[in-house]
Protein backbone atom coordinates (compact mmCIF):
# COMPACT_ATOMS: atom_id res chain seq x y z
CA UNK A 1 0.00 0.00 0.00
CA UNK A 2 1.53 3.38 -1.36
CA UNK A 3 0.03 6.88 0.29
CA UNK A 4 0.03 10.20 -1.06
CA UNK A 5 0.47 13.38 -0.18
CA UNK A 6 0.10 16.59 -2.13
CA UNK A 7 1.63 19.96 -0.73
CA UNK A 8 2.14 23.39 -2.03
CA UNK A 9 -0.87 24.27 -4.21
CA UNK A 10 -2.04 27.75 -3.27
CA UNK A 11 -3.25 31.23 -4.85
CA UNK A 12 -0.96 32.76 -7.45
CA UNK A 13 -1.07 35.82 -10.17
CA UNK A 14 -0.68 34.68 -13.82
CA UNK A 15 2.58 34.53 -14.62
CA UNK A 16 3.57 33.08 -11.54
CA UNK A 17 5.16 29.65 -10.28
CA UNK A 18 4.38 27.00 -7.69
CA UNK A 19 6.23 24.14 -7.10
CA UNK A 20 3.75 21.35 -5.91
CA UNK A 21 5.00 18.18 -3.95
CA UNK A 22 3.71 14.69 -3.69
CA UNK A 23 5.48 12.55 -0.28
CA UNK A 24 4.86 8.49 -0.46
CA UNK A 25 4.86 6.73 2.01
CA UNK A 26 6.15 3.10 1.88
CA UNK A 27 10.43 1.78 1.14
CA UNK A 28 9.54 0.85 -2.50
CA UNK A 29 9.19 4.20 -4.08
CA UNK A 30 11.87 3.74 -6.56
CA UNK A 31 9.84 1.34 -8.09
CA UNK A 32 6.78 3.25 -8.91
CA UNK A 33 5.77 5.31 -11.90
CA UNK A 34 4.65 8.65 -10.71
CA UNK A 35 2.35 10.99 -13.00
CA UNK A 36 0.43 14.61 -12.06
CA UNK A 37 -3.07 15.16 -13.43
CA UNK A 38 -5.61 17.62 -12.45
CA UNK A 39 -9.23 18.45 -12.52
CA UNK A 40 -10.65 21.81 -12.97
CA UNK A 41 -14.50 23.05 -11.97
CA UNK A 42 -17.28 20.93 -14.21
CA UNK A 43 -14.50 19.06 -16.19
CA UNK A 44 -13.10 15.96 -16.49
CA UNK A 45 -9.64 14.90 -14.79
CA UNK A 46 -7.06 14.96 -17.01
CA UNK A 47 -3.09 14.29 -17.67
CA UNK A 48 -0.57 16.71 -16.51
CA UNK A 49 2.73 15.11 -16.58
CA UNK A 50 4.62 11.58 -16.12
CA UNK A 51 7.42 10.58 -14.65
CA UNK A 52 9.51 6.64 -15.14
CA UNK A 53 10.53 5.18 -11.46
CA UNK A 54 14.02 5.61 -12.68
CA UNK A 55 13.20 9.74 -13.34
CA UNK A 56 15.40 9.33 -16.81
CA UNK A 57 11.89 9.47 -18.77
CA UNK A 58 8.88 12.17 -18.92
CA UNK A 59 5.99 13.20 -20.47
CA UNK A 60 3.92 16.58 -20.67
CA UNK A 61 0.74 17.57 -21.85
CA UNK A 62 0.98 19.72 -24.90
CA UNK A 63 -1.15 22.64 -22.55
CA UNK A 64 1.82 22.48 -19.65
CA UNK A 65 4.71 21.60 -22.05
CA UNK A 66 7.81 23.93 -21.73
CA UNK A 67 6.29 25.67 -18.60
CA UNK A 68 5.57 22.95 -16.13
CA UNK A 69 8.87 20.22 -15.01
CA UNK A 70 8.21 16.68 -13.27
CA UNK A 71 10.79 15.40 -11.12
CA UNK A 72 11.63 13.15 -8.31
CA UNK A 73 13.85 12.45 -5.60
CA UNK A 74 13.69 9.04 -4.84
CA UNK A 75 15.61 9.40 -1.61
CA UNK A 76 13.15 11.63 -0.15
CA UNK A 77 9.95 9.47 -1.54
CA UNK A 78 9.30 12.23 -3.07
CA UNK A 79 8.03 14.08 -6.95
CA UNK A 80 7.90 17.50 -7.47
CA UNK A 81 5.79 19.31 -10.14
CA UNK A 82 7.43 22.87 -11.17
CA UNK A 83 5.17 25.06 -12.63
CA UNK A 84 5.84 28.39 -14.19
CA UNK A 85 4.35 30.82 -16.16
CA UNK A 86 1.04 29.79 -14.83
CA UNK A 87 -2.47 31.14 -16.34
CA UNK A 88 -5.65 31.27 -15.19
CA UNK A 89 -6.90 28.20 -17.47
CA UNK A 90 -3.74 26.07 -14.82
CA UNK A 91 -6.46 26.65 -11.67
CA UNK A 92 -7.40 23.04 -11.02
CA UNK A 93 -6.77 20.70 -7.84
CA UNK A 94 -4.10 18.17 -8.66
CA UNK A 95 -3.53 14.84 -7.83
CA UNK A 96 -0.49 12.71 -8.23
CA UNK A 97 -0.58 9.23 -8.90
CA UNK A 98 1.54 6.05 -8.64
CA UNK A 99 1.82 2.76 -9.84
CA UNK A 100 4.32 -0.13 -9.89
CA UNK A 101 5.97 0.42 -12.97
CA UNK A 102 7.00 -2.70 -15.42
CA UNK A 103 10.37 -0.97 -16.78
CA UNK A 104 12.23 1.42 -14.86
CA UNK A 105 11.86 4.05 -18.49
CA UNK A 106 8.47 3.27 -18.57
CA UNK A 107 5.40 6.14 -19.03
CA UNK A 108 2.14 5.59 -18.18
CA UNK A 109 -0.62 8.33 -19.64
CA UNK A 110 -4.08 7.45 -18.33
CA UNK A 111 -5.76 7.91 -14.91
CA UNK A 112 -6.57 3.51 -15.49
CA UNK A 113 -3.19 2.98 -15.07
CA UNK A 114 -2.51 4.26 -11.60
CA UNK A 115 -3.28 2.77 -8.74
CA UNK A 116 -2.84 4.93 -6.48
CA UNK A 117 -3.52 8.23 -5.50
CA UNK A 118 -3.67 11.36 -3.66
CA UNK A 119 -6.37 13.27 -2.09
CA UNK A 120 -4.90 16.76 -4.52
CA UNK A 121 -3.72 20.08 -3.75
CA UNK A 122 -5.53 23.04 -4.91
CA UNK A 123 -3.77 25.74 -6.98
CA UNK A 124 -5.56 28.69 -8.15
CA UNK A 125 -4.17 31.02 -10.84
CA UNK A 126 -5.66 34.66 -11.16
CA UNK A 127 -5.57 36.82 -13.89
Known amino acids: QVQLVESGGGLVQAGGSLRLSCAASGRTFSSYAMGWFRQAPGKEREFVAA????????SYADSVKGRFTISRDNGKNTVYLQMNSLKPEDTAVYYCAARPATTYSTIYYYMSHYKYWGQGTQVTVSS
Open 51 to 58: ISSSGGST
